[in-house]
């Protein structure tokens, strides 16, 4: 067996430890004759999993008695209907900022409902390379909520701020940096982001709601997209993604096991440093983000070169460091190196660009 060093923007890198762990548990988890995958999501051995995945998550990321964690489908991008749909009353609106494409996707899913929401803020003029600086914000204080996304997973462009925005619920597409660093929750009004990041496998979704933000909508919400059903039948109004919900608790296991989130965001750190450093003092590579809005998981990088591209990506793949190609719509090359993502995954990487630089120039 080999295993590569895999930089996907996600579905993403899991902990070997936590792979292997699933593995051993596979057929027979812990004496009960079965896989958690055959399990009643109502039986008493899930209901073990789910309570201590829900409280593992709640101890890393310290959220507040008054947030509800709710383990949800449809990934982030319902999210980005359910958040209007739950939190918009008529006659109110909503406050984007549009740092980018997901940012874009959010706002285009808001419209299509016929939400009245404003662009509060923009870095288009920017090229979206930096997150629009505080001082353009021209919030509305009394919009129903204040929608960012505080990691743009395709361009490498993140926020190390939290916005204030007084009473003004802010609502949080933290899909690609949950967990990454420690974050003080009651900060939010709502935090969502799918989990195949830096969470687990793709199939289940967490949003952590304030309690005064639920329940309140005046409009008729599908059920399984309405936060106080989801509040209520604790995350089981229907059958839940039982396997990803047991995956993500043994993330949450090894991620509190390593030192928490705060040990979590300095390796985050050291690994995210080596590898802008050495593009910064490379002629060959170039990042073009703003350095203040740099993302410590999307490490997005171009060649001086662009027809050497196809040339990287395949040499890289032929070294086990796979999945550097950027997205579609922006080129380039992209290395998502999110919490599973060890230390000697960046060294690999930035041995082989080295190499790969000292060859061509
Ligand atoms: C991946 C991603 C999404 C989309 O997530 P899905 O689970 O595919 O719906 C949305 N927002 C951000 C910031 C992402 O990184």
Redesign the pocket.
Known sequence: MSRCYNFS??PAALPESVLEQARDEMLDWRGSGMSVMEMSHRGKDFTAISEKAEADFRQLMQIPDNYKVLFMQ???????AMVPMNLLRSGQSADYIDTGI??Q??IKEANKLGANIRIAATSESDNFMKVPSFDTWECDSDAAYLHY??????AGVGFNWIPETGGVPLVC?????IMSRPIDVSKFGVIY?????NIGP?GI?LAVVRDDLIGHADQAIPSVMDYAVAAKSGSMYNTPPTYSWYLAGLVFEWALAKGGLAAIDALNQKKAAKLYDYIDNSSFYSNVVSPESRSLM?VTFLLADDSLESEFIKQAVDNQLVNLNGHRLLGGMRASIYNAMPEAGVDALIAFMKEFERAKV
């Open positions: 923007p996600g449809g990934g982030a991008t319902a999210q980005t997901w940012a996707k959010a996304v505080s990691n743009e997973t395709i597409d933290m899909s690609s940096d982001g799918g989990a195949q990041k793709a979704t999307n």
